[in-house]
């Protein structure tokens, strides 16, 4: 049986309404195992497109034909229980393309099907609306989160994201140091920096670390993926994360919510001793 799926793409003040293409009840599935690749597609036309890839083991999820930006975009998520989530999703390296900055838990989003809202928060400098009409089932999309090594379900999943605005780095620290100028190096063995360093290119989702956050502190931090073979052990950085400070504006909820840290801890403590 084949059913209609349809995306509605609208974007500032203008609506387009992309035509109807044919697709079966599942997601589409290709895999080369001599490349160590699988991949779920759902194809819309007008170019609208969601990607989900495993290959060699790391996973991502892309979005495609959406408005093209130079920077990424926080999105309000929903689904069609109703459910809603915050998703962060960075440009992918061609006009209009994302990619996804915590994969697992956005590709989990998609499971069941339906309808798959998304909206670009009031008042942000890029105005994006994506209607997406899912397949009913997720048996293939299934197989690619599988297949990189993530269950299907996690405990996490419905706990509340805090958004772009709550950070590890002390806004008012960084404000300190343009009216100083640039610091010197810290000698060896000075201290650790009360300041966590700035953030960089999204991480592997492999690399993921999770944190629940209370009382302004990183609580219960973890990897969300098993360490792949051979990996470094991920001790140094966890123990770097726990209970650090997060930095929110007046007003905003963080309490018991959750803080996805999209870079390696390991790497940030060798930034860190650096610094």
Do not use: K
């Not at 408005?67 to 689904?79: K, Y």
């Not at 989003?109 to 998304?118: A, E, K, N, T």
């Amino acid at each position: 049986m084949r059913r209609i799926l349809t995306a509605a793409l609208c974007v500032g003040l203008g609506a387009g309404q992309a035509a109807a293409t044919p697709q079966d009840d599942d997601w589409e599935f290709q895999e080369d195992p001599a490349q160590n690749l699988m991949v779920a597609a759902v194809r819309y036309e007008a170019g609208a497109a969601i990607i989900v890839q495993c290959r060699a083991g790391a996973l991502n999820a892309v979005l495609v034909g959406l408005t093209p930006s130079a920077t990424g975009l926080e999105l309000q998520a929903e689904r069609a229980d109703g459910r809603r989530d915050i998703q962060a999703w960075g440009p992918a390296g061609a006009p209009g393309a994302f990619r996804s900055e915590t994969a697992a838990r956005d590709v989990r989003f998609m499971r069941g099907g339906g309808s798959y809202s998304l909206r670009t928060p009031e008042g942000a400098a890029v105005r994006l609306r994506a209607d997406f009409d899912l397949p009913a089932h997720s048996a293939n999309l299934d197989r690619v989160l599988t297949g990189c090594g993530w269950a299907l379900t996690d405990d996490r999943d419905p706990i509340a994201r805090v958004g772009s605005e709550v950070s590890l780095n002390d806004p008012n620290a960084a404000s300190s140091r343009r009216r100083r100028g640039p610091s010197r190096p810290r000698a060896e063995g000075s201290g650790r920096s009360e300041t966590p360093p700035g953030p960089t290119a999204p991480a592997p989702a492999e690399n993921q670390v999770s944190c629940i956050i209370r009382a302004l502190r990183l609580t219960e931090c973890r990897p969300d993926h098993p360490p792949a073979p051979g990996a470094r052990s991920r001790a140094e950085g966890l123990e770097w994360l726990r209970d650090r400070q997060i930095y929110a504006p007046d007003g905003v909820e963080t309490e018991g919510r959750v803080m996805f840290i999209g870079e390696s801890p390991l790497i940030m403590v060798v930034r860190e001793r650096l610094m």
